[in-house]
C-alpha cells in the first residue's frame, strides 16, 4: 500500500539520514519515478523533506522533525519474535536490552496488536541451535564487540593449524552462525574470516581505523560463504539405493545429488557428488544393503575391503 509506502520512506530518512532515489527504490522495491511522486505527495503534505543536488546529493529530512511513531502491524510484531535468537542475544550481552526494548515497543502499540503478540509467542518459537549443542567458547567476544563497535583496531593471537599467529587487525563486524562466532576483519587491505573460539588472545587498542566505506558485512559474507563451498573438494560417484536412503542423503548437508532416475525394482540410480574418498565410503557403509556403488571401482574396493574388515573383528570375537 502506498501509505505503508510513504511511512516507511518517512522512517528511513529520520534514521539514516540522506538517500538517494535509488537507494530508496532498491530498498522499497519501486521504480525511481515511484519513488519521485512519492516524494512530492510527502512535501505536499507539509513533511520538510528537501532534495540536494550534485554528485554527493539526495533526499533529506529536516533534522529538526521527529515522528513519534511508534505503532506497529502484527506482521511487524511477528517478525520482530522469529528474528530474535536468545542465546546469541546473551553471547552479546544484550539479552536484557532487547527485552526491555521490545517491551516498550509493545506498551506503546494497541491492546489488539499486544493481543496478537502474545498469541504469536506462545505459538511460535525458533531454536536457532543444532542438535548437538556446541562445546565452543567465546571468552573474548566481549573485547571484540567492542572493537567493532568503536572502530578500535584489535590485536589477536589464533590456533592456525599448528602453529599460532599474532595479527593487528580492523575488526568490521561479527557473524553468528548457530552458534558459531566469527569475526570479519581487514588485514592489511585483505578481508578475512576468523572464527572466535579458536582465538587464544584479543587485546583493544588505543588506535582507530576508518571502516570502509564500500563495505556490507551481509554481502561479504554471502560471498564468502560461496567461495568456501566452491573451495570443498569433490567426489563424484554413480550408486544404487533405496527411496528411503535417497530421502535421508537428500538432506545431508556433506551430500550432493546431482541427479537420479526411477528403477523398475523401485530402487534409484543416482549421480552424487561426496566431499571425498573416505567420507564417501563412510556413507555409503551406513546404508547397508540399501546402498550399492557402480561407480567408481575405487569407492567399490574401498567399500569391501571395509566391509570385509567389519566382517573379519566381528568374527574373531565370536
Given at each position: 500500500?502506498?501509505?505503508d509506502?510513504?511511512?516507511?520512506?518517512?522512517?528511513?530518512?529520520?534514521?539514516?539520514?540522506?538517500?538517494?532515489?535509488?537507494?530508496?527504490?532498491e530498498?522499497?522495491?519501486?521504480?525511481?519515478?515511484?519513488?519521485?511522486?512519492?516524494?512530492?505527495a510527502?512535501?505536499a503534505?507539509?513533511l520538510?523533506?528537501?532534495?540536494?543536488?550534485?554528485?554527493?546529493?539526495?533526499?533529506?529530512?529536516?533534522?529538526?522533525?521527529?515522528?513519534?511513531?511508534?505503532?506497529?502491524?502484527?506482521?511487524?510484531?511477528?517478525?520482530?519474535?522469529?528474528?530474535?535468537?536468545?542465546?546469541?542475544?546473551?553471547d552479546?550481552?544484550?539479552?536484557?536490552?532487547?527485552?526491555?526494548?521490545?517491551?516498550?515497543?509493545?506498551?506503546?502499540?494497541?491492546?489488539?496488536?499486544?493481543?496478537?503478540?502474545?498469541?504469536?509467542?506462545q505459538?511460535?518459537h525458533v531454536?536457532?541451535?543444532?542438535?548437538?549443542?556446541?562445546?565452543?567458547?567465546?571468552?573474548?567476544?566481549?573485547?571484540?564487540?567492542?572493537?567493532?563497535?568503536?572502530?578500535?583496531?584489535?590485536?589477536?593471537?589464533?590456533?592456525?593449524?599448528?602453529?599460532?599467529?599474532?595479527?593487528?587487525?580492523?575488526?568490521?563486524?561479527?557473524?553468528?552462525?548457530?552458534?558459531?562466532?566469527?569475526?570479519?576483519?581487514?588485514?592489511?587491505?585483505?578481508?578475512?574470516?576468523y572464527?572466535?573460539?579458536?582465538?587464544?588472545?584479543?587485546?583493544?587498542?588505543?588506535d582507530?581505523?576508518?571502516?570502509?566505506?564500500?563495505?556490507n558485512?551481509?554481502?561479504?559474507?554471502?560471498?564468502?560463504?560461496?567461495?568456501?563451498?566452491?573451495?570443498?573438494?569433490?567426489?563424484?560417484?554413480?550408486v544404487r539405493?533405496?527411496?528411503?536412503?535417497?530421502?535421508?542423503?537428500?538432506?545431508?548437508?556433506?551430500?550432493?545429488?546431482?541427479?537420479?532416475?526411477?528403477?523398475?525394482?523401485?530402487?534409484?540410480?543416482?549421480?552424487?557428488?561426496?566431499?571425498?574418498?573416505?567420507?564417501?565410503?563412510?556413507?555409503?557403509?551406513s546404508?547397508g544393503?540399501?546402498?550399492?556403488?557402480?561407480?567408481?571401482?575405487?569407492?567399490?574396493?574401498?567399500?569391501?575391503?571395509?566391509?570385509?574388515?567389519?566382517?573379519?573383528?566381528?568374527?574373531?570375537?565370536?
Open positions: 500500500m502506498r501509505a509506502r510513504l511511512l516507511t520512506i518517512l522512517l528511513l530518512l529520520q534514521n539514516g539520514g540522506k538517500m538517494t532515489s535509488r537507494s530508496l527504490a530498498q522499497l522495491e519501486v521504480s525511481n519515478r515511484t519513488i519521485i511522486r512519492d516524494m512530492e510527502l512535501c503534505a507539509g520538510p523533506i528537501y532534495a540536494e543536488r550534485g554528485a554527493n546529493g539526495g533526499w533529506v529530512l529536516d533534522e529538526k522533525y521527529r515522528t513519534n511513531l511508534t505503532g506497529m502491524t502484527p506482521e511487524e510484531i511477528v517478525s520482530l519474535l522469529i528474528s530474535s535468537h536468545d542465546s546469541l542475544l546473551r552479546l550481552g544484550i539479552k536484557r536490552h532487547f527485552d526491555a526494548a521490545y517491551q516498550k515497543l509493545l506498551t506503546s502499540s494497541p491492546v489488539t496488536i499486544q493481543q496478537d503478540a502474545e498469541i504469536i509467542r505459538r511460535i531454536d536457532g541451535l543444532s542438535w548437538h549443542p556446541s562445546d565452543e567458547s567465546f571468552p573474548y567476544l566481549s573485547v571484540i564487540q567492542e572493537a567493532v563497535w568503536s572502530d578500535r583496531q584489535l590485536f589477536i593471537r589464533y590456533q592456525k593449524e599448528h602453529e599460532q599467529v599474532e595479527r593487528v587487525v580492523h575488526p568490521l563486524g561479527l557473524v553468528a552462525k548457530r552458534k558459531v562466532w566469527y569475526l570479519v576483519a581487514d588485514t592489511n587491505q585483505e578481508l578475512r574470516t572464527r572466535i573460539s579458536r582465538l587464544l588472545d584479543a587485546q583493544l587498542l588505543m582507530t581505523f576508518q571502516r570502509p566505506a564500500s563495505f558485512l551481509a554481502q561479504y559474507w554471502e560471498q564468502s560463504t560461496e567461495q568456501f563451498k566452491a573451495r570443498l573438494p569433490r567426489y563424484p560417484a554413480l539405493l533405496t527411496e528411503q536412503q535417497l530421502s535421508r542423503i537428500q538432506r545431508d548437508r556433506y551430500v550432493k545429488i546431482l541427479h537420479f532416475e526411477f528403477e523398475e525394482d523401485g530402487w534409484r540410480k543416482a549421480q552424487v557428488e561426496f566431499h571425498t574418498l573416505e567420507s564417501a565410503c563412510q556413507l555409503v557403509l546404508c544393503q540399501e546402498m550399492v556403488v557402480l561407480e567408481p571401482s575405487e569407492l567399490r574396493d574401498k567399500v569391501i575391503l571395509e566391509a570385509k574388515a567389519i566382517c573379519a573383528i566381528y568374527q574373531s570375537n565370536l
